[in-house]
C-alpha cells in the first residue's frame, strides 16, 4: 500500500524558496518535499519483477532486500522442475526430467526453495518460478520419423510417461503449432494423465510458498477455443491452480503469465484464448521503442505494442534470458537500457520485467550483473509502483520522451532525452503536470514546473524521473567483496552513505556500529549483517561467507556426493584448446571426502559426469551420462559440487 504523509502548500513552498535563495547551486532543494514513503503494489499484477536467470535460491534469498529496495515486486526463478543432466547448462533446466520439485539441483534443494519463499513473503516479494510444460528432455537423437528421443533419465522420475510414449507424446513431424516442437519431445498436453501431472506439480509449488508462474513456450500448448486441435489443459491445470491458491491464501490472486513470442501461429488470431487463463509476452513492443530512442522521441510515443489485447494483459521487457544469449555481439551499453527500460517501466498497466545479465557461459550459481541495484534502473521501478491506477499521459518536446502519470492528489513525470549527447539541459513541455516543485529521482536535483514547462537537467544517460519526493538522502551500502566461497581469509570494505545510523553484524554475535566505512575481516564461514538508517528509510544487507578447508597441492572439489564414486562411474572430461578427451585421472581421499586432482592447470578446463556402474568411456565423445557438471575452470582452485 502506497503511503503519503503530506503535500506542502504553497505558502510553504514560498518560505522555503526565501529561506535558500542565497545558495548559488539553481538546482539546490526549494522545498523539503512532500513525504512520500516508496512500497510496493500489493499485487505482481501491478508490479515489476527481476527474472533472477540461473541464481540459486539461496542467492536470490540474500538479496531480497535489495531486490526491495530496487522496487521489485517479484523474483523469477530458472525452472525448478528436476532438469536433464542435473543441470549441467542452463537450456538443460528448459529440459525437464519430472514433474516435480528437484529435491536437489544446482539452484538449490526444495527446502531451499521453500525457505526463499518464506523469506520473501516478510519483504512483501512474490516469488514466480519458470515452468517447462510443453516438452521433455531430450537424448539429442531422431527417431526414424524425425521426432526427438525422449531421453531414458525420464523414465526415473515419470515411468508412467516414458513407459508410454504412445500415449503421452506427440508423433507427427507434420504436426500443428500445438502438436510438435521443433528438436524435443513434445507432450501430449490434451492428455488427462498429463494434466494431472502437471497440476500437481503446480500445486506442489503453490504449497512450497511460490505466487505465479512463467509457462515457457505456452503459445505451442493448446486451448479449449483452437481451431485445430482443442484440449482443455489450461482450465484443468492453470485454471485449478488459480482457485487452489486463492484459498490457500485468503483471496489472493496468482499471477501467471505464458511466452508468447511473435504471433499465435498455425493460423491462431484469438489472443483472448489465452489471455482468459494468463498474461502474455509482448516481445516486440521494446523493438518499436528502440526505433525512436537515438533518433526521434515522436516515434517512441507512437510506438504500439504488438499484442492484440489491452496493456493489462502484457508482460513487457527490454531483454530477456532469450534474446540476451541470442545477441551476444549486440548487447546494449548501460546508457541505452536505462532509457529503454525507463519507457518500459513507466507504461500504465502492463508487468515489466528486469533481465539480471549473466556471463558469457551462462554459469549457474553465478550473480554476473548487480545492475538491479541502480537507480538508473530503480527510480524508474520506483515510479511505476507510485502510480499504479493512475493516468497515462505520452508526448514528446523535441528530443524528449515525456510520461505524466497523474492521479487527483499526485503527478510525476518520466522523460527520455533521446539525443542526451547534444545536451543534458533541456526545456520541456509537461502539460499536465501541475505547477510546483519536483524532484529529480535519479540525480536530486529540484526543478520547478511553471506554466507547464521545466527546464531539466538529465543524467547522463538522458533519463529523469520527476516526482514531489525528496530521495537524496536515502541510505546506500555498498560492500567491495559480495557472498562467496573461499580458501584464504580476506577483508572487505563496507560503505554507507546518507546514514544516521549504520552497524555491521557476523552471525548472531553483538552489532558494532561505525559510520561511513568500515574493514571486516572474513576469516570464517559467517553471515554478515550490514544496516544503515537515515530518518524514516533505512536498508539492510544480507552476506553469505563459506570458508573451505582444501589439501594443498591438488585442485580440490568437495561435497562431491561419495555415491558417486562407489555406486558410479564418474569420468572427467578434459579439453585443451580444440583437443579433449574422458580420464579417470583423480584420486578419491574418503577420510576428508575430497575428490584430488593432480596438475589439473595443464587442462584449459574439464567437467565431470557420472554413468552407470561398470561403463566404459572410449574415444573421444560419450552419450547420455546420467549427469554431468557445467564447465569447471582449473584455474579456480576448488570446485563445490554440492549440487552436483
Excluded at 535563495?21 to 522545498?31: E, L, V
Excluded at 515452468?131 to 508412467?160: C, R, W
Aim: aromatic residues 12%.
Amino acid at each position: 500500500m502506497k503511503k503519503r504523509l503530506f503535500f506542502l502548500p504553497l505558502l510553504l513552498v514560498s518560505t522555503a524558496l526565501s529561506a535558500c535563495g542565497s545558495s548559488s547551486d539553481p538546482y539546490a532543494p526549494k522545498d523539503p518535499g512532500d513525504g512520500y514513503v516508496d512500497a510496493l503494489p500489493e499485487s505482481l499484477n501491478d508490479g515489476v519483477f527481476l527474472q533472477a536467470f540461473d541464481w540459486t535460491f539461496n542467492q536470490i534469498k540474500d538479496n531480497l532486500g535489495a531486490i526491495k529496495d530496487a522496487g521489485f515486486k517479484g523474483v523469477q526463478t530458472s525452472p525448478v522442475q528436476t532438469p536433464k543432466s542435473g543441470g549441467a547448462v542452463w537450456y538443460f533446466f528448459y529440459q525437464p526430467v519430472s514433474f516435480t520439485i528437484a529435491e536437489k539441483s544446482p539452484l538449490g534443494t526444495k527446502q531451499e526453495l521453500i525457505d526463499l519463499c518464506t523469506e520473501a513473503d516478510k519483504y512483501g516479494i512474490d516469488i514466480v518460478v519458470d515452468v517447462v510444460f510443453n516438452h521433455m528432455a531430450t537424448t539429442g537423437g531422431k527417431d526414424s520419423q524425425g521426432l526427438a528421443i525422449v531421453d531414458p533419465e525420464v523414465g526415473q522420475y515419470e515411468p508412467e510417461i516414458y513407459n508410454h510414449q504412445d500415449l503421452y507424446f506427440h508423433h507427427s513431424p507434420n504436426g500443428s503449432v500445438t502438436q510438435f516442437y521443433s528438436g524435443l519431445p513434445d507432450l501430449n498436453t490434451g492428455n488427462e494423465y498429463v494434466q494431472e501431472r502437471a497440476l500437481s506439480f503446480l500445486k506442489e509449488c503453490i504449497d512450497a510458498g511460490v505466487d505465479g508462474f512463467r509457462f515457457d513456450a505456452a503459445k505451442h500448448i493448446e486451448t479449449p477455443e483452437d481451431v485445430n486441435t482443442p484440449s482443455d489443459f489450461w482450465p484443468n491445470t492453470l485454471g485449478v491452480a488459480k482457485e487452489y491458491y486463492k484459498e490457500k491464501f485468503n483471496g489472493k490472486e496468482l499471477f501467471a503469465y505464458g511466452e508468447i513470442l511473435n504471433d499465435l501461429d498455425g493460423g491462431r488470431k484469438n489472443l483472448s484464448s489465452y489471455t482468459k487463463y494468463m498474461k502474455v509476452t509482448d516481445n516486440g513492443y521494446i523493438g518499436n521503442v528502440t526505433a525512436g530512442t537515438s533518433s526521434d522521441a515522436s516515434k517512441i510515443v507512437s510506438a504500439q505494442y504488438t499484442k492484440n489485447t489491452t496493456p493489462e494483459n502484457l508482460v513487457t521487457w527490454v531483454e530477456s534470458h532469450d534474446t540476451y544469449i541470442e545477441e551476444k555481439s549486440s548487447h546494449s551499453t548501460e546508457k541505452k537500457l536505462a532509457k529503454n527500460w525507463a519507457v518500459v517501466a513507466s507504461r500504465k498497466d502492463t508487468v515489466p520485467m528486469f533481465f539480471a545479465r549473466c556471463d558469457d557461459k551462462q554459469t549457474i550459481g553465478k550473480i554476473f550483473s548487480y545492475d538491479f541495484e541502480n537507480d538508473l534502473f530503480g527510480a524508474a521501478n520506483r515510479f511505476h509502483n507510485r502510480f499504479v491506477g493512475a493516468e497515462e499521459f505520452l508526448s514528446s518536446d523535441g528530443n524528449v520522451f515525456v510520461n505524466e502519470r497523474t492521479s487527483a492528489t499526485d503527478g510525476g513525470a518520466l522523460l527520455v532525452n533521446v539525443r542526451a549527447s547534444q545536451g543534458l539541459k533541456v526545456s520541456v513541455k509537461l502539460p499536465h503536470l501541475s505547477d510546483g516543485y519536483y524532484f529529480d529521482q535519479i540525480t536530486n536535483r529540484q526543478f520547478e514546473v511553471k506554466n507547464h514547462k521545466a527546464t531539466v537537467y538529465f543524467h547522463e544517460t538522458g533519463v529523469a524521473v520527476l516526482t514531489r519526493s525528496n530521495n537524496s538522502h536515502r541510505p546506500t551500502i555498498t560492500n567491495e567483496n559480495r557472498s562467496c566461497t573461499f580458501m584464504n581469509d580476506f577483508k572487505t570494505k563496507i560503505t554507507v552513505t546518507n546514514a544516521e545510523t549504520a552497524y555491521y553484524k557476523i552471525n548472531d554475535e553483538q552489532p558494532v556500529n561505525f559510520s561511513k566505512s568500515v574493514t571486516v575481516n572474513v576469516n570464517k564461514s559467517m553471515t554478515l549483517t550490514v544496516y544503515a538508517e537515515n530518518g524514516n528509510l533505512n536498508v539492510t544487507r544480507i552476506y553469505n561467507y563459506n570458508k573451505i578447508e582444501i589439501i594443498p597441492g591438488y585442485f580440490n572439489i568437495i561435497n562431491l556426493n561419495p555415491s558417486y564414486i562407489s555406486d558410479y562411474e564418474l569420468y572427467l572430461w578434459t579439453w585443451t584448446g580444440s583437443q579433449s578427451t574422458y580420464s579417470h585421472d583423480y584420486t578419491w581421499n574418503s577420510e576428508k571426502g575430497i575428490l584430488l586432482i593432480s596438475n589439473a592447470e595443464r587442462w584449459t578446463g574439464f567437467l565431470m559426469a557420472i554413468f552407470a556402474k561398470g561403463t566404459t568411456v572410449s574415444g573421444n565423445t560419450w552419450k547420455n551420462p546420467i549427469k554431468q557438471s557445467g564447465d569447471i575452470d582449473p584455474q579456480d582452485g576448488f570446485y563445490d559440487a554440492s549440487t552436483f
